[in-house]
């Protein structure tokens, strides 16, 4: 899901682009609760650092929607 609505708050990718999510409905005993996975791990240090970063999926969302699947919970 893209969040065309996000730019105008200033919520974008690297790259300027809006940012996406994934919705996947509970089921079953976990019906009504949430999982919110936000991916961590960068920091960047220079600008080089950020246009690199800027072309990987963790900085734009051009490549499409990463689909994150968590098992077991």
Known sequence: MIIETAVARGAVCLDGKPPSYNFFEGSGTGFNNWIV???????CTSKDDYLLRSQTY???????VLTLIIWNI
């Open 37 to 43: 996975y936000l991916e961590g791990g960068g920091w």
């Open 58 to 64: 963790t900085g734009t969302t051009y490549r499409g």
